[in-house]
């Protein structure tokens, strides 16, 4: 499972109006719910590019077993780790030459033990103006994913990647609808529910194949901020969820990852879950000499 690059927001979309709920604030138009959401994304981009946030980040293998406590004949055996613990440098940046946005996620520590080998020259690809950045990208993606385990290779693990679908160059691609209130998420908080209509797809699997997406965003009306975000993506072989949630940041002004959890079910049976917290957003510096320096606080 792939991403592409993205950039962010614009309005094309189906026009679903809700009913105010009875103790929430009542629902503007869809569209302008659309269009202050996609201004709030623009800010987010511009505020965390070039940022990076600690990670801590639990993964683990569940195996299919049936009612005997045996694994099923048709289930693929799985040989390696079944629980991994990581820590990791998240950079969250718009890569020279493109209007997407990539992560890369240098892990500093597996399973308790400092890596030796982190490729900071990678990292340094975001940064530094060159030519050569976008067609990295591939590379890049690869060597953030390489720590996972389970049979399932992804690149979608990423707190911020459903931001993309409410920017406004990529709403026309989907079919919007304006779902329920949710208090928990504050006063003004409603969720707008989402549907990948448009081919080829954001997101690819093998073979270049489509992978559709759907899923919800919660926005608070009255700001634009985007509070959760959840998306799901449903193919013949896997089922992926990944939900992110995001809490304000007063010195960067912008509500920043807080906690992301993915789930991967494949058809075969078993599942794979992950949990990551996120803090220490900081600015990330680069040496002209390709050297990484230590980030600092902002």
């Given at each position: 499972?792939?991403?592409?690059?993205?950039?962010?927001l614009?309005?094309g979309?189906?026009?679903?109006?809700?009913?105010?709920?009875?103790?929430?604030?009542?629902?503007?138009?869809?569209?302008?719910?659309?269009?202050?959401?996609?201004?709030?994304?623009?800010t987010f981009?511009?505020t965390?590019?070039?940022?990076v946030?600690?990670?801590?980040?639990?993964?683990?293998?569940?195996?299919?077993f049936?009612?005997?406590?045996?694994?099923?004949?048709?289930?693929?055996?799985?040989?390696?780790?079944?629980?991994?613990?990581?820590?990791?440098?998240?950079?969250?940046?718009?890569?020279?030459?493109?209007e997407?946005?990539?992560?890369?996620?240098?892990?500093?520590?597996?399973?308790?033990?400092?890596?030796?080998?982190?490729?900071?020259?990678l990292?340094?690809?975001?940064?530094?103006?060159?030519?050569?950045?976008?067609?990295?990208?591939?590379?890049?993606?690869?060597e953030?994913?390489?720590?996972?385990?389970?049979?399932?290779?992804?690149?979608?693990?990423?707190?911020?990647?459903?931001?993309?679908?409410?920017?406004?160059?990529?709403?026309?691609?989907?079919?919007?609808?304006?779902?329920?209130?949710?208090?928990?998420l504050?006063?003004?908080?409603?969720?707008?529910?989402?549907?990948?209509?448009?081919?080829?797809?954001?997101?690819?699997?093998?073979g270049?194949?489509?992978?559709?997406?759907?899923?919800?965003?919660?926005?608070?009306?009255?700001?634009?901020?985007?509070?959760?975000?959840?998306?799901v993506?449903?193919?013949?072989?896997?089922?992926?969820?990944?939900?992110?949630?995001?809490?304000?940041?007063?010195?960067?002004?912008i509500n920043?990852?807080?906690?992301?959890?993915?789930?991967?079910?494949?058809?075969?049976?078993?599942r794979?879950?992950g949990?990551?917290?996120?803090?220490?957003f900081?600015?990330?510096?680069v040496?002209?000499?390709?050297?990484?320096?230590?980030?600092?606080?902002?």
């Open positions: 499972m792939r991403t592409a690059a993205w950039s962010f614009g309005v979309l189906v026009v679903a109006l809700a009913s105010a709920q009875e103790g929430s604030t009542p629902a503007p138009p869809l569209p302008l719910v659309l269009s202050r959401a996609a201004t709030y994304v623009e981009a511009d965390l590019s070039g940022l946030a600690a990670e801590s980040y639990v993964q683990d293998v569940h195996p299919a049936n009612r005997f406590g045996t694994m099923p004949r048709f289930a693929k055996p799985y040989s390696g780790a079944m629980h991994r613990e990581l820590k990791s440098d998240l950079l969250l940046v718009r890569p020279v030459g493109s997407g946005w990539m992560q890369f996620r240098d892990v500093t520590e597996v399973d308790g033990k400092k890596l030796k080998d982190r490729n900071d020259r990292a340094r690809l975001f940064l530094d103006p060159s030519k050569s950045t976008a067609s990295q990208s591939r590379k890049i993606m690869d953030s994913s390489r720590y996972n385990i389970g049979d399932v290779i992804r690149t979608i693990n990423n707190p911020v990647i459903a931001l993309a679908f409410l920017e406004r160059s990529y709403q026309k691609r989907f079919a919007f609808t304006l779902g329920k209130a949710d208090p928990s504050g006063p003004s908080a409603w969720a707008i529910e989402y549907k990948e209509v448009q081919r080829p797809t954001l997101i690819r699997g093998d270049d194949s489509n992978l559709p997406t759907y899923g919800r965003a919660w926005v608070d009306l009255e700001t634009g901020r985007v509070l959760k975000t959840e998306f993506i449903e193919a013949p072989a896997i089922t992926a969820r990944v939900t992110a949630t995001f809490k304000p940041d007063q010195r960067l002004g920043v990852p807080a906690e992301m959890i993915e789930e991967y079910k494949p058809s075969a049976g078993g794979i879950s949990r990551a917290s996120y803090g220490r900081r600015q990330f510096a040496k002209t000499d390709e050297v990484i320096e230590k980030p600092t606080a902002r």
